[in-house]
């Protein structure tokens, strides 16, 4: 309220109405519902897996459900146990560490030389990288799960990695990164007689940092977050899936629980939720990027 | 210019690792699905350890007359006709969101959230919402548009739940736009703004007359985005309806998809040439985002 009144007679002057407080409520009223559209799913959930389901309540009973008379943290242990969700959540673990790692190495190895070298072919490399982008890959998943059974990497978490980690969009922010750095200091170190690698990891990865985590963070969120492609791979798999795709699997399961799998479905999304609040800003100008 | 082969070798071994996976993970197959489609590989030719058999067009012969791609195909265009439609409503929330009003960070942040949601937890989330005795029907009743005894599960209502499919897309998609909406708003000068007001334009006149016009290339890059993403829609469709009811809810990656990976009867060959379709069409959309995008540039 007071930024908004203290800030705007030093615009423009415009004579004071009843508009100004009705306009602010209703933007407040909007912004409102719209949050509610938002975020509904998420309150519920939560709701719900905090409902203590000894009780014996449905999670229908509206608008009783909404607001659990009886909270307990019991159905987030249950779940733990019974659907052994700490196996899960491990394999997310390890497949989403495997795809950040493996990402921000290849990415930075291959803007390294993209930014700073001149050789040749490096016009063509960097044309055939932008392809990427623009061929659409409407059939690459056939072909990729004939090859990673041929390769005996089918239902491996190797198999749902390697095939995300040589991307366009880490090679070309970590280019862009690189080439924002001053030509001066390469020079001063290569005097010194730095190899190239010493070079990149000590002076261009440390520079480089926010991008680092800006293409970390987006990998994590997206690798968390996958279904489509850890499901293909792993489908014969089963106890190898991440929860992504396990989480599916419990809601289809013969004694369906959706105390329990509200309760899954909270630990699933609250990684991603504090690597999103804490990195906000990061992601958000990511996004744009991505798009520019 | 001097080529040094010290510092080429260099940078081909940096570079090797990326561009081994890109091979190997893109464009083999890009090429090799591309092949597949004017192949015969069905299933039982798989099993048998045959290689795929030349048969020119006869896949896309079948795909084309099969009415369950047609039906598919026509899934897929209602849906990248209605999703980038409703995904214009960014541009009125990114308005709304633009000014720098108390609390407005967690409003922006609370409507990315979505975004950042897997569409597996979308479903599980959702079909709460959808479900005959959910949150939905509830609403509707409160509101006096129905009765309990005429409520039934969006999800398995053959008129309804590609809305309720389209309904999720939009969810998990409008912050996203939003975001790039705002960037576009931030980039709009303030004094064509404060001019406007001087001239005494309503707040509507200003959105129609200063903001429309100069976020022009932004709503464009949106609708297009959305509309090729749109196509590619088959995540949503495969967690809460698997193509279902009655095939209502089926897209054109869902056929592709399905062709290649359920039922016994899997077949390679269809599947690539309903791929390359579809690859045909995302292809026609991106050459038309990218001539937009350059005349834009220009301007």
């Given at each position: 309220m007071s930024a908004r009144t203290a800030a705007a007679p030093a615009r423009v002057a415009r004579p004071v109405s009843w508009r100004r407080p009705v306009n602010t409520a209703l933007r407040y009223a909007l912004l409102g519902v719209i949050l509610i559209f938002a975020?509904?799913?998420?309150?519920?959930?939560?709701?719900?897996?905090?409902?203590?389901?000894?009780?014996?309540?449905?999670?229908?009973?509206?608008?009783?459900?909404?607001?659990?008379?009886?909270?307990?943290?019991?159905?987030?242990?249950?779940?733990?146990?019974?659907?052994?969700?700490?196996?899960?959540?491990?394999?997310?673990?390890?497949?989403?560490?495997?795809?950040?790692?493996?990402?921000?190495?290849?990415s930075a190895l291959a803007a390294y030389p993209l930014a700073r070298f001149r050789f040749p072919g490096r016009g063509a490399i960097f044309g055939l990288i932008v392809l990427t982008l623009v061929l659409p890959g409407e059939t690459t998943f056939i072909v990729n799960t004939l090859t990673l059974k041929n390769?005996?990497?089918?239902?491996?978490?190797?198999?749902?990695?390697?095939?995300?980690?040589?991307?366009?969009?880490?090679?070309?922010?970590?280019?862009?990164?690189?080439l924002a750095i001053p030509a001066a200091l390469l020079e001063a170190a290569r005097l010194d007689g730095a190899s190239e690698l010493t070079i990149l990891t000590r002076i261009m990865l440390p520079l480089t940092r926010p991008s680092l985590a800006a293409l970390g963070i987006f990998t994590t969120v997206t690798t968390w977050n996958a279904y489509f492609w850890p499901m293909l791979v792993l489908s014969g798999a089963p106890d190898k899936a991440p929860l992504a795709v396990a989480v599916l699997k419990l809601k289809g399961q013969f004694n369906y629980d959706p105390f329990n799998i509200a309760a899954g479905s909270i630990i699933m999304m609250l990684p991603v939720l504090l690597v999103f609040l804490a990195a906000q800003r990061l992601f958000l100008r990511g996004m744009e990027g991505a798009v520019k | 210019m001097q080529v040094h082969w010290r510092q080429s070798l260099m940078s081909y071994t940096f570079l090797a690792p990326a561009l081994i996976l890109l091979a190997v993970f893109t464009f083999y197959p890009l090429l090799y699905g591309?092949?597949?489609?004017?192949?015969?590989?069905?299933?039982?030719?798989?099993?048998?350890?045959l290689p795929p058999q030349w048969v020119g067009l006869r896949n896309f012969e079948t795909v084309l007359g099969d009415p369950l791609f047609r039906t598919a195909l026509a899934n897929s265009v209602k849906y990248l006709l209605v999703?980038?439609?409703?995904?214009?409503?960014?541009?009125?929330?990114?308005?709304?969101?633009?000014?720098?009003?108390?609390?407005?960070?967690?409003?922006?942040?609370?409507?990315?959230?979505?975004?950042?949601?897997?569409v597996s937890l979308a479903a599980v989330m959702w079909e709460w919402v959808f479900n005959r005795e959910g949150t939905l029907n509830w609403l509707l009743k409160a509101l006096h548009l129905t009765t309990p005894e005429a409520a039934f599960g969006w999800l398995n209502s053959e008129h309804w739940a590609f809305w309720a499919v389209m309904l999720v897309t939009f969810w998990r998609g409008f912050g996203y736009y939003m975001v790039l909406y705002l960037a576009g708003l931030q980039a709009i000068p303030e004094e064509l703004e404060e001019a406007a007001i001087l001239d005494g334009a309503s707040a509507w006149q200003r959105f129609w007359r200063v903001t429309v016009p100069l976020m022009r290339p932004t709503i464009l890059l949106c609708t297009l985005l959305s509309t090729i993403a749109a196509l590619r829609v088959l995540e949503e469709v495969l967690v809460l309806t698997n193509g279902g009811p009655l095939?209502?809810?089926?897209?054109?990656?869902?056929?592709v998809y399905a062709k290649a990976f359920q039922g016994f009867d899997f077949d390679y060959g269809v599947a690539s040439a309903a791929g390359l379709v579809v690859a045909l069409v995302a292809l026609l959309l991106s050459a038309l985002n990218f001539r937009f995008f350059h005349r834009e540039e220009q301007a």
């Amino acid at each position: 309220m007071s930024a908004r009144t203290a800030a705007a007679p030093a615009r423009v002057a415009r004579p004071v109405s009843w508009r100004r407080p009705v306009n602010t409520a209703l933007r407040y009223a909007l912004l409102g519902v719209i949050l509610i559209f938002a975020v509904f799913p998420f309150v519920w959930t939560l709701a719900i897996a905090l409902t203590d389901k000894t009780a014996g309540s449905s999670i229908y009973a509206f608008p009783q459900s909404l607001l659990p008379r009886r909270v307990t943290l019991h159905n987030f242990v249950d779940v733990y146990r019974t659907f052994s969700l700490g196996k899960y959540l491990w394999n997310s673990v390890v497949i989403t560490g495997l795809t950040v790692l493996g990402t921000l190495l290849v990415s930075a190895l291959a803007a390294y030389p993209l930014a700073r070298f001149r050789f040749p072919g490096r016009g063509a490399i960097f044309g055939l990288i932008v392809l990427t982008l623009v061929l659409p890959g409407e059939t690459t998943f056939i072909v990729n799960t004939l090859t990673l059974k041929n390769l005996g990497l089918l239902g491996t978490h190797a198999g749902v990695v390697l095939p995300t980690i040589a991307g366009a969009f880490g090679i070309f922010l970590m280019r862009q990164a690189f080439l924002a750095i001053p030509a001066a200091l390469l020079e001063a170190a290569r005097l010194d007689g730095a190899s190239e690698l010493t070079i990149l990891t000590r002076i261009m990865l440390p520079l480089t940092r926010p991008s680092l985590a800006a293409l970390g963070i987006f990998t994590t969120v997206t690798t968390w977050n996958a279904y489509f492609w850890p499901m293909l791979v792993l489908s014969g798999a089963p106890d190898k899936a991440p929860l992504a795709v396990a989480v599916l699997k419990l809601k289809g399961q013969f004694n369906y629980d959706p105390f329990n799998i509200a309760a899954g479905s909270i630990i699933m999304m609250l990684p991603v939720l504090l690597v999103f609040l804490a990195a906000q800003r990061l992601f958000l100008r990511g996004m744009e990027g991505a798009v520019k | 210019m001097q080529v040094h082969w010290r510092q080429s070798l260099m940078s081909y071994t940096f570079l090797a690792p990326a561009l081994i996976l890109l091979a190997v993970f893109t464009f083999y197959p890009l090429l090799y699905g591309a092949y597949l489609g004017f192949t015969e590989y069905s299933g039982a030719r798989f099993a048998n350890h045959l290689p795929p058999q030349w048969v020119g067009l006869r896949n896309f012969e079948t795909v084309l007359g099969d009415p369950l791609f047609r039906t598919a195909l026509a899934n897929s265009v209602k849906y990248l006709l209605v999703v980038p439609a409703l995904q214009l409503a960014s541009l009125a929330v990114a308005v709304l969101v633009a000014k720098n009003i108390p609390g407005i960070a967690l409003f922006r942040a609370a409507y990315y959230v979505p975004v950042i949601t897997s569409v597996s937890l979308a479903a599980v989330m959702w079909e709460w919402v959808f479900n005959r005795e959910g949150t939905l029907n509830w609403l509707l009743k409160a509101l006096h548009l129905t009765t309990p005894e005429a409520a039934f599960g969006w999800l398995n209502s053959e008129h309804w739940a590609f809305w309720a499919v389209m309904l999720v897309t939009f969810w998990r998609g409008f912050g996203y736009y939003m975001v790039l909406y705002l960037a576009g708003l931030q980039a709009i000068p303030e004094e064509l703004e404060e001019a406007a007001i001087l001239d005494g334009a309503s707040a509507w006149q200003r959105f129609w007359r200063v903001t429309v016009p100069l976020m022009r290339p932004t709503i464009l890059l949106c609708t297009l985005l959305s509309t090729i993403a749109a196509l590619r829609v088959l995540e949503e469709v495969l967690v809460l309806t698997n193509g279902g009811p009655l095939n209502s809810t089926y897209t054109a990656l869902m056929y592709v998809y399905a062709k290649a990976f359920q039922g016994f009867d899997f077949d390679y060959g269809v599947a690539s040439a309903a791929g390359l379709v579809v690859a045909l069409v995302a292809l026609l959309l991106s050459a038309l985002n990218f001539r937009f995008f350059h005349r834009e540039e220009q301007a």
